[in-house]
């Protein structure tokens, strides 16, 4: 089983829409958690960080539900420029290693048109 | 402000020959990892350094070794290179004091014919 499970999408939304991306993680002990967004053939890039309390950047909204091992971006207002694979990433911590690495969900892939 | 700097950006190998990944940290940060990321797949770590030594190990081929210099940049040696190799490498870096946010190099592209 995969450390980061995702929407597979793709997502096609128009101009304005709102839309909910999903993730799930399986190791309880995670301690960190984040979304990157990846254009592409580009690298990826920190979209936010997810704290327990909920977080919101202008139009993005993260939420992290610790029991339920879940975690959600919500984007609202839609633009086209917010087309891309957003990336669901854990930071977990195993035994042996120094520092906790980071997991990546597939990705779910993002298409808003006008 | 300087970024993960990544060399070379593209690299075309033929199946056995050996491949050598170089990535320049950002100034200070003192944490680099290695990502493999295939055609539609995400990102699969690799390996990890913390002050230039290895601190973790994910699934990286034997054929494949890494380490991380005095002067804190890093590099990936590739050999018996095989054609499930072609993907794009990521260097990534990070200051672990901070919230840990890693930062992407631009990636290098390797593709074995």
């Known amino acids: 089983r995969k450390e980061v499970e995702q929407d597979p999408g793709p997502f096609n939304v128009p101009e304005g829409a709102t839309v909910a991306f999903n993730c799930t993680y399986s190791n309880s002990a995670s301690q960190s958690f984040f979304w990157y967004r990846q254009d592409c053939r580009k690298e990826p890039k920190l979209l936010m960080s997810v704290y327990s309390s909920g977080n919101e950047d202008g139009r993005f909204t993260a939420q992290l539900n610790r029991a339920s091992q879940y975690i959600s971006l919500l984007i609202r207002d839609s633009k086209l420029s917010d087309s891309a694979t957003y990336l669901c990433v854990v930071r977990g911590r195993d035994r042996g290693s120094t520092l906790g690495r980071l997991y990546f969900g597939r990705g779910t892939q993002l298409t808003v048109w006008p | 402000a300087a970024g993960v700097i990544q060399s070379p950006r593209h690299l075309i190998k033929e199946k056995r020959e050996t491949a050598t990944l170089k990535c320049y940290p950002i100034p200070r940060h003192d944490t680099v990892y290695w990502y493999q990321q295939g055609p539609g797949q995400d990102p699969q770590f690799l390996i990890s350094?913390?002050?230039?030594?290895?601190?973790d190990k994910g699934s990286i081929p034997d054929r494949f070794s890494a380490q991380q210099f005095s002067d804190y940049h890093s590099e990936l040696n590739m050999s018996s290179l095989e054609l499930g190799d072609s993907a794009l490498y990521f260097c990534?870096?990070?200051?672990?004091?901070?919230?840990?946010?890693?930062?992407f190099g631009e990636g290098s592209r390797l593709t074995v014919l």
């Open positions: 990534a870096s990070s200051f672990e004091e901070n919230t840990g946010e890693l930062f």
């Open positions: 350094f913390y002050e230039k030594m290895q601190s």
